[in-house]
């Protein structure tokens, strides 16, 4: 099941006119929502970046905090894996094409949930292999518009190589990935680049940064310069869906020794047990 507009419906029983602004400008934002234990991951977290990118494009928030916290729930309860992502999606509503923004016009409310299943196993243990490209995307990344146009084009660079991420750089920096933040590995000490506009602000690097403090790891939240990147001892990948992930070659050469390496082990055991102990704990 899925929800649009007020009403729970089979997906294929869902339809939006042609003359959504999401189809016809991309004029919309959205969100990923981990679900584990259908708790949600985050909720205030991923409700507060959701307002960030509403302001980012000035629309009115259709919903309080506790009326999306509702929403989401039902449709939890509508689906049945325990674990699910929820995509939440809102667009400036349906009006004849004008850029100007429509008066009075209600916005699209589209949200669907899908089986989360964690990466496989065989990938955590040898790595995976992204590229690098230049970050050619407009200068508002912190705000997560559905209008993925740059991040398709630059994902599919990696997909025709069989990799699995393109890592950007822009002006010699490291950003983030096409669907993903990174974190660099040098000399034992994580490198985060730090947030701004380039990048967006990923619920899952908060944590990886919250566990570095928490577990007196060290850490750097810098820029990180694209030689820095290429020759580091370690590169991490993170996201809602694919928690995080090593990669182990970057523009087909190895990254470090070329095998997942300690702060992965260390980050990836730490990120487990804190959503589990989060998550799955029911008392
Ligand atoms: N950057 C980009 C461009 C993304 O699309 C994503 C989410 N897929 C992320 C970073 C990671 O954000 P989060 O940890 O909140 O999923």
């Given at each position: 099941?899925?929800?649009?507009n007020?009403?729970?419906?089979?997906?294929?029983?869902?339809?939006?006119?042609v003359?959504?602004?999401?189809?016809?400008?991309?004029?919309?934002?959205?969100?990923?929502?981990p679900?584990?234990?259908?708790?949600?991951?985050?909720l205030?977290?991923?409700?507060?970046?959701?307002?960030?990118?509403?302001?980012?494009?000035?629309?009115?928030?259709?919903?309080?905090?506790?009326?999306?916290?509702?929403?989401?729930?039902?449709?939890?309860?509508?689906?049945?894996?325990?674990d699910?992502?929820?995509?939440?999606?809102i667009?400036?509503?349906?009006?004849?094409?004008?850029?100007?923004?429509p008066?009075n016009?209600?916005p699209?409310?589209?949200?669907?949930?899908?089986?989360?299943?964690?990466?496989?196993t065989?990938?955590?243990?040898?790595?995976?292999?992204?590229?690098t490209?230049?970050?050619?995307?407009?200068?508002?990344c912190?705000?997560?518009a559905?209008?993925?146009?740059?991040?398709?084009?630059?994902r599919q660079?990696?997909?025709?190589?069989?990799?699995?991420?393109?890592?950007?750089?822009?002006?010699?920096?490291?950003?983030?990935?096409?669907?993903?933040?990174?974190?660099?590995?040098?000399?034992?000490?994580?490198?985060?680049?730090?947030?701004?506009n380039?990048m967006?602000?990923?619920i899952?690097?908060?944590?990886?940064?919250?566990?570095?403090?928490t577990h007196?790891?060290?850490?750097?939240?810098?820029?990180?310069?694209?030689?820095?990147?290429?020759?580091a001892?370690?590169?991490?990948?993170?996201?809602?869906?694919?928690?995080?992930?090593?990669?182990?070659t970057?523009?087909?050469k190895?990254?470090?020794?070329?095998?997942?390496?300690?702060?992965?082990?260390?980050?990836?055991?730490?990120y487990?047990?804190?959503?589990?102990?989060?998550?799955?704990?029911?008392?």
């Open positions: 099941m899925i929800y649009l007020g009403k729970f419906m089979p997906i294929h029983e869902a339809f939006v006119p003359l959504d602004r999401g189809f016809i400008f991309g004029d919309g934002v959205y969100e990923v929502i679900v584990y234990s259908r708790k949600l991951f985050r205030n977290e991923h409700l507060n970046r959701l307002q960030h990118s509403l302001d980012g494009i000035r629309l009115k928030n259709p919903h309080s905090s506790e009326e999306w916290q509702h929403l989401l729930e039902q449709l939890i309860d509508y689906n049945d894996s325990d699910q992502y929820i995509y939440l999606h667009t400036r509503g349906v009006a004849k094409r004008d850029h100007a923004f008066v016009v209600a699209t409310i589209f949200i669907m949930s899908n089986p989360l299943l964690p990466p496989a065989a990938l955590l243990s040898s790595g995976v292999s992204a590229i490209a230049i970050d050619n995307r407009w200068v508002r912190d705000v997560k559905i209008s993925l146009l740059p991040n398709v084009l630059l660079l990696a997909v025709d190589v069989h990799a699995i991420e393109t890592i950007l750089i822009r002006d010699g920096f490291l950003t983030e990935g096409a669907a993903s933040n990174i974190f660099v590995v040098k000399d034992n000490t994580l490198l985060a680049p730090p947030k701004s380039l967006l602000p990923g899952t690097y908060d944590v990886i940064l919250e566990l570095a403090v007196h790891i060290p850490h750097e939240v810098r820029q990180i310069s694209e030689t820095e990147t290429r020759n001892d370690e590169i991490l990948l993170t996201s809602s869906t694919k928690e995080v992930l090593p990669i182990t970057l523009d087909e190895p990254v470090g020794d070329g095998k997942p390496s300690i702060m992965f082990n260390r980050l990836y055991t730490l487990q047990d804190f959503k589990n102990t989060r998550m799955r704990d029911s008392s």
